[in-house]
């Protein structure tokens, strides 16, 4: 007789057991909470802060929220050739960001392929990368346009990068590199690191995943509601399959969609703003 259907998805839906265990030394305790603090402090919780600042800028300001427009990916100086550099210097610097934290937990004793970044499933992580990105981009693209519409967010221009001979490889390495450092450091390592610290699956995922959202504030509501249904997800998801490589691939699909996407639609469709 097989399972219900219900039971199958309440087991899929909890927490795989870890092989790793709590620390309990007081001494190492704090060094670990204190290196969260700084490698959060130096990449996304910065950005969480920053975010959350911008937001609260936009809602002082007389024009309405969605009249109000932000740029993902925007020019950074008037010469082509330096506004280049400029936008290869923010892709390595998010690079930077997700190999800090991939070498922290090497460091740590913690092997890549224990947080799944390793190449033993090429074709199963494919799969699942198309899978999640259809799973959270499409109704992501529904909740940003319902969220824009309700006044709650901002316009989102995912580019306006001049249509130089760059601009499509400086998108897709921007996509790469933001889905590099997001998982890399908010689910491979910071999900590890709260594992060790003794915190609940369910409390380690919510945490990341509001997190997720606030340094998506300045995107309005929408965003940081989008953002944090993608973390918990994307948490859970990684919790049973141990699959990193899969929530890169996911994530770095739904931006290049949305950056090429936009830059070859814009002004010529009526429902993107």
């Not at 309990?24 to 130096?42: A, F, S, W």
């Not at 070498?103 to 199963?124: F, M, S, T, W």
């Not at 450092?181 to 995922?205: C, D, K, P």
Request: charged residues 10%; glycine residues 10%; hydrophobic residues 55%.
């Amino acid at each position: 007789m097989s399972r219900p259907r219900t039971a199958t998805l309440r087991t899929w839906l909890a927490p795989a057991s870890s092989e790793q265990g709590v620390i309990t030394d007081p001494g190492v305790r704090r060094l670990v909470v204190t290196e969260i603090l700084v490698v959060l402090t130096v990449t996304l919780g910065l950005s969480a802060l920053s975010s959350a600042l911008s937001l609260i800028e936009a809602l002082l300001q007389p024009v309405p929220l969605n009249q109000q427009q932000v740029a993902l990916n925007a020019p950074a100086a008037q010469v082509d050739l330096v506004d280049l550099a400029l936008q290869l210097a923010r892709v390595l610097q998010l690079v930077g960001w997700g190999a800090l934290a991939a070498y922290l937990l090497v460091r740590a004793g913690i092997a890549l392929r224990q947080v799944g970044l390793d190449g033993r499933r090429p074709g199963r992580d494919a799969l699942g990368a198309v899978g999640l990105a259809a799973l959270i981009g499409i109704p992501g693209l529904g909740l940003y346009l319902v969220a824009r519409s309700l006044g709650v967010s901002v316009t989102i221009a995912p580019t306006t990068l001049d249509d130089t001979w760059w601009r499509i490889p400086v998108l897709v390495l921007s996509a790469a590199a933001n889905a590099w450092a997001e998982e890399v450091v908010m689910i491979g390592y910071l999900l590890t690191r709260l594992r060790q610290l003794g915190w609940s699956a369910n409390r380690s995922v919510l945490a990341a995943a509001v997190l997720r959202g606030c340094y998506h504030l300045y995107q309005g509501l929408g965003g940081f509601v989008g953002n944090l249904v993608m973390g918990c997800v994307f948490g859970r998801v990684w919790q049973r399959t141990n699959r990193l490589w899969a929530l890169v691939g996911a994530h770095t699909l739904i931006d290049v969609v949305a950056f090429l996407g936009y830059a070859a639609l814009s002004g010529k469709v009526g429902w993107l703003p």
